[in-house]
């Protein structure tokens, strides 16, 4: 009897883990109440922000295919949006660094601009048909990564800022445990979607309500009461070429992590934007399996998500990405023997337990080699490694899909992932982090 609990009780037990729960855990509570808002904020903007691009950005390429692109144009619209990404990357650095305030421009750009691509992507079909709607689509797409990555330096900047350094591993690890739930059900219920309405107006409804989740994400990000800056703006600093190489050049270890992230990422982008494309066009998948085979990555990652989490702050990062990154070019080489749908599954349970880790991971180790007063730069500079590369990539897979077939590609990749891993292990050194993370 002394062990039962009257529903009140209950009731307040519940409340109280969710309260932990939506600060990353009970670790939070010593932290003063605006910190603690903060963290709050920020994860339900990014529960938000994972449920709209569960439907979005699983079902973009779809879409696309619907409308009538074939495999080059998927490959130029994955090329253009990395570019456009590239060419605003630094003018949002500079903008992060020389204004007061980082959290307009994120919710302007990212929050705003990013998002309206969605609801016009819903829309166009009734404007735009055959390849004009193609067309339409990949500009539209380009606009979007664009206004995301002016918006990418201001939101790494203020990110570490909002949440511990200290406790990063386990903030982010409860956080994308949340993620990935809201993922799995948002997958599952737009792929029924769009497979009982078919496919063209399916995806617009579908498109429709992830715009709205998406606006509640921005309403949420808008709730962040900003921390003042540590550094104040330096309207003197330099963006200039020589300027940016010659913080390359005085900063080796990051240096060597740009060329990671670049060789890692052609490779990732090789094969990237042709998964989806290779299961409907050549083994006759549905929305609904394509949806279902994205679930279960969201699933194998769950319990991925507290195990890195933890190992990020014991480990550090590096270590992380080291054990994860030697171990993911496995995934699209098996891809090449995939002759069903079902062939799909095993491999993909692999890939979304690994890449929960390494993306966790990737992220945090970014944040602790990059100095605190040069952020907004060293992300900026990091990012633009990465889109150029992805942009080069996803040509490259265009073009060798088109004349040797999808299943090169995924050969072609798992080749450039593993050199890739090979290059972090030899260059990429973790004492920069080690040092950040034991202050």
Not at 226 to 251: C, F, H, I, M, N
Not at 334 to 339: D, G, K, L, N, P
Request: overall charge positive; some cysteine.
């Amino acid at each position: 009897m002394s062990q039962f609990r009257s529903p009140r009780a209950l009731w307040a037990r519940l409340r109280t883990e969710a309260a932990h729960l939506t600060v990353g855990g009970s670790w939070a509570t010593q932290l003063p109440g605006h910190d603690q808002r903060n963290l709050r904020a920020f994860f339900f903007d990014g529960v938000f922000a994972a449920a709209s691009d569960a439907i979005f950005f699983t079902y973009q390429t779809l879409y696309v295919l619907a409308l009538g692109a074939s495999n080059a144009q998927i490959g130029l619209m994955s090329a253009l949006s990395n570019l456009s990404g590239t060419l605003l990357l630094m003018p949002g650095a500079m903008l992060a660094d020389r204004t007061r305030r980082r959290k307009p421009l994120v919710l302007w750009a990212g929050g705003g601009l990013a998002r309206l691509m969605i609801i016009l992507m819903a829309l166009l079909p009734f404007v735009f048909m055959g390849p004009a709607a193609v067309y339409v689509a990949i500009v539209l797409n380009v606009i979007m990564a664009g206004a995301g990555n002016l918006a990418y330096s201001a939101w790494v900047s203020l990110t570490a800022d909002v949440v511990p350094l200290s406790r990063r591993g386990r903030y982010f690890g409860t956080r994308n445990i949340v993620m990935g739930l809201v993922t799995i059900i948002m997958t599952l219920l737009a792929g029924q979607l769009i497979t009982r309405m078919g496919s063209i107006s399916g995806y617009q409804a579908a498109f429709g309500v992830a715009f709205l989740i998406g606006m509640a994400s921005t309403y949420s990000y808008a709730k962040i009461k900003e921390p003042q800056k540590s550094v104040q703006a330096q309207e003197s600093q330099v963006y200039s070429l020589s300027s940016l190489l010659a913080s390359l050049r005085t900063d080796r270890n990051f240096l060597a992590f740009c060329l990671y992230g670049m060789i890692w990422n052609f490779s990732l982008n090789i094969a990237g934007p042709f998964f989806n494309v290779y299961l409907v066009k050549s083994l006759s998948a549905t929305a609904f399996m394509v949806g279902f085979l994205s679930i279960v990555s969201s699933v194998a990652g769950l319990p991925a998500q507290r195990l890195f989490g933890q190992l990020n702050d014991r480990w550090g990062p590096r270590k992380v990405m080291l054990v994860t990154g030697s171990i993911i070019p496995v995934v699209p080489f098996a891809w090449y023997f995939t002759a069903a749908v079902w062939h799909a599954i095993p491999i993909n349970i692999v890939a979304g337990f690994l890449w929960a880790g390494y993306n966790l991971a990737s992220f945090n180790l970014l944040l602790a080699i990059s100095p605190e007063e040069q952020r907004a730069r060293y992300s900026a500079m990091f990012q633009i490694a990465v889109t150029v590369s992805s942009a080069l990539g996803a040509s490259a897979g265009g073009l060798i899909s088109n004349r040797w077939g999808i299943p090169l590609v995924f050969v072609c990749s798992a080749i450039g992932r593993a050199v890739g891993a090979v290059v972090f292990a030899r260059f990429v050194k973790p004492h920069e982090a080690r040092q950040e993370l034991e202050q």
